[in-house]
């Protein structure tokens, strides 16, 4: 027979509103748009804990994420699991039914391969981008965050005008963060566009010769500062998402040491 140990009573009597896994890489299968799409996401599920426990069952919450996967796997066919917040939902039901809790949350980090097509050669390019999704559950109130990170880049409106049409370009990364509530239906690829279409130009994973040009092309006639790029981020959302938004952008400088930042709420 096992001894309970997080049963006991702490020495210390204090509540805890995260208590949980964190790094929990799995495999998870999405019937999104119609297709079955496999993805590698990292899991961190938390609960709250009362100040006359010691601790939770790990393995109870670990078990709770493989039920809701496996069943996502299983009903497939049934389009169950539609979106990746729909399954942070399944796992925290899950672990209603095991470990008693006022709060949880599940967080899912995963990256997003979207089919894009080139500028000039049309060419099919798969491009890569960085998502999470969380899920707060708060006894009856359910919320979501949504997390976009998309790479584009920047040409510098301020050298082009001081020097003759010339100008140092560099890598930014745009970042967007809605939360909402749960049933607002937000699609991730919507806040990847938002980004995406807000630099000086978008990157591509694949670009023949004919697409560099055009590229570079864009580049310099869209030069944007770091401040212009956040801003459009933001008008952008405003306009086609409800919820609190966060934009967060970073150049990494070209011909700087530093890099510059821009970053705003609504």
Known sequence: MYVETQEEEPEIKLPLPRVGITNLKTIAKINWKGRVYTFIPIFEVTIDLTEEKKGIHMSRLIESITEALSEAVEEEVKKVH?????????????????????????????????????????????????????????????????????????????????????????????????????????????????????????????LKTSDENAVVRRMYENPKFVEDVAREILAKARERFRGRIHVRVISNESIHKHDVIAEAWA
């Open 82 to 206: 539609t979106s990746l917040e729909d399954l942070a939902l399944a796992v925290i039901k899950r672990i209603e039914k095991k470990h008693p809790h006022q709060r949880a949350e599940v967080w899912i980090k995963t990256t997003l391969i979207l089919e894009k097509e080139t500028p000039a050669s049309r060419k099919v390019s798969y491009e890569p981008y960085d998502v999470e999704v969380g899920v707060i559950k708060e006894k009856e109130n359910i919320q979501k965050v949504l997390k976009v990170k998309v790479i584009g880049n920047t040409a510098c409106p301020h050298a082009m005008a001081n020097n003759q049409g010339r100008t140092h370009i560099q890598r930014a990364i745009g970042e967007l963060e809605i939360r909402t509530d749960f049933r607002e239906e937000i699609p991730l690829e919507d806040m990847i566009e938002v980004v995406e279409n807000s630099f000086s130009s978008p990157t591509y994973t694949l």
